[in-house]
């Protein structure tokens, strides 16, 4: 019976990587570099080489492990084909069998948005849950979703991409995805600078500063009762209430598991969510549950790791 | 092996159902009375007569048949325990249990509008696709969703109730489902009439009659280029491209599949639901087909014997 199963979290800058026991303890935790050149491919052989030293720096035989698992920035299917990973310039290939054939290990493979979800089901603020949306508000708003203790994939791979679902007509800029209107242009970090912006612009008292602010001087602002502040918060917590409201309409999830950097100003953007949600949404998902994520920027090595599991 | 399977489909008034072989092809289809009395306690029991007896009449012993697939009006877990079924006056027990007791055989229950949605992908309208959205677009508006050949049933059996998805601010009347803006005011057959209504109030030049119009005749005007009927066709389509937008945001769907009376319509309606989805709807889910359902009311049976093979 193996004792100990990796996970590992792509980024376009950093491979995260994590040795836990299969109960989930964590082993060890580290980072490597991610070298993106040459159309990305050194990235599984340095993950390959840092899984091997581990497991000889902890003397553990390969029996010993259960496999690998591993989230990436893109599209995977249920086989482990990536579609082309921008950031890492990868092309078409499967990761399960490549970094298989390096390893010797059972290998793996989810998209990053839906294993942190996975993760946090396991050990983070979803436990207890086995059907949860994964919400990060980021620089982007990412989603990844779980049903039954199941990543929902979606045909293409792009299930759970609810930060661009439409949420306003007549947005005159455009999000990142070159839609107008995506909930991403109103509840990510970026989205809620811009909001700031704006309720800024009308005159609106406050403490902030258009120039400088960032998504935490807006939530510290609400929490000391700034005018701007509190009405940027307003508007946030429509978009998104009523944007979840549409997500459990679809697919009626327990609960939804909020992270990303803006879910670090803490229970006080929980109320804004909730109150417009429950108005919107049908009866049978107004019991759903709003909780905070806790497993920060390792969600992506937990999930990775119960993706073998 | 066996080569017979039976669907059935419970409505409020009357059970279809149908005996097919195991590859899909109609042996035999009839009817009989739903009876509600008493807690609904008969439904099963006449069930499993007209099984029976059906079995006799066409000399298949219950070793020939691979079991029974139900369709139920009201949520269904995966144990296939019933969580009350208003219309049936049902309260909460486990149909594949009772069922399978009655008939010595067995029995797989879902929820109907989901196991339509599987009868479409088998035989229907939703033909090559593993993965696919169903919108009912009738009285209301339901939904049943597919993921690589599986139903989505969500948390507590309300996955897919796209109908309720809150898509307008303001409305001033309430959908049946205690909400204000539901997809369901603007797209059913109910809502295209109110939205007739709305728009021959505003004195808009039509053919149409306000106190008896129905959402057949609102699309027969719209073929024959009535400017009311045209604009109704405009919002109807708004509402539900957008609308269904956000479920691709959600699930990434392969194809869309519209059944229920509006799509008796035909092909006219596909245009205005997909001119106002493709601008609104995340660019990994533009390739996504609307199709029209064609197995109309017999979805169900189909669905329901596809549910146990």
Not at 65 to 72: H, L, P, Q
Request: include cysteine; proline fraction near 3%; hydrophobic fraction near 40%.
């Amino acid at each position: 019976m193996a004792e100990y199963v990796f996970g590992v979290d792509v980024g376009g800058t950093t491979v995260k990587m994590g040795l836990f026991t299969t109960g989930g303890e964590v082993v060890d935790k580290w980072e490597i570099p991610t070298r993106t050149e040459n159309g990305g491919e050194n990235i599984l052989p340095d993950i390959a080489s840092a899984v091997k030293v581990k497991c000889e720096e902890k003397s553990i035989a390969a029996s010993d492990v259960a496999g690998i698992g591993i989230g990436v920035p893109g599209p995977v299917d249920a086989k482990g084909i990536v579609h082309k990973c921008v950031n890492l310039n990868w092309d078409e290939f499967n990761v399960n069998d490549r970094l298989g054939q390096l390893t010797g290990m059972k290998v793996k493979a989810g998209n990053d948005a839906n294993v942190a979800a996975l993760g946090e089901m396991w050990k983070g603020g979803g436990q207890g849950f086995d059907s949860t949306v994964m919400v990060t508000l980021g620089t982007g708003v990412g989603g990844g979703i779980i049903m039954d203790g199941e990543m929902l994939t979606g045909s293409c791979g792009a299930g759970g991409e609810i930060g661009h679902i439409h949420v306003q007509d007549g947005e005159p800029e455009a999000c990142g995805c070159g839609n107008y209107g995506c909930l991403e242009q109103y509840a990510s970090a970026t989205g809620i600078v811009r909001l700031a912006k704006r309720e800024l612009a009308k005159g609106t008292k406050s403490s902030l500063n258009a120039e400088t602010c960032t998504a935490k001087d807006v939530w510290d602002a609400v929490k000391a009762g700034d005018e701007a502040a509190l009405a940027v918060a307003e508007t946030f917590g429509e978009y998104l209430g009523k944007g979840l409201a549409a997500v459990a309409g679809v697919v009626n999830p327990q609960a939804f598991v909020i992270g990303g950097g803006v879910s670090k100003a803490g229970e006080v953007i929980l109320p804004y969510i909730e109150k417009n949600y429950m108005p919107a949404v049908f009866h049978a998902s107004r019991d759903v549950k709003f909780v905070l994520a806790t497993l920060g920027n390792d969600a992506g090595i937990f999930g990775a790791a119960k993706l073998v599991l």
